[in-house]
């Protein structure tokens, strides 16, 4: 006959798993969602990118640029990934440079 006692791993291994399904069923009954990490100083709080991204998908198009001079004559150094898009980090570049 099948017994735990001779199976240490696998009742720690049981075990773990129980804990796990009732702290995730506590957890999420309290509303914790994940939220990924940001980084605090790329923060929507810049207000100068925040004007240049109108349509407010957090990415400055070629075309959202063109409200900056200086950011347009920069845009294609700053695109380092090459999508046409800068992101915060890229867009910080240009904050910073």
Do not use: C
């Amino acid at each position: 006959m099948f017994s735990l006692k001779r199976w240490p791993l696998l009742r720690v291994m049981l075990l773990s798993a129980l804990l796990m399904a009732v702290v995730t069923a506590w957890v999420g009954e309290m509303g914790v969602t994940h939220q990924p990490p940001t980084l605090g100083y790329l923060s929507s709080a810049d207000p100068i990118f925040s004007q240049l991204d109108q349509n407010h998908d957090g990415l400055i198009s070629r075309t959202e640029a063109k409200r900056s001079s200086d950011l347009t004559l920069a845009f294609s150094g700053l695109d380092h990934d090459g999508d046409g898009l800068l992101n915060r980090q890229e867009y910080q570049a240009f904050r910073l440079g």
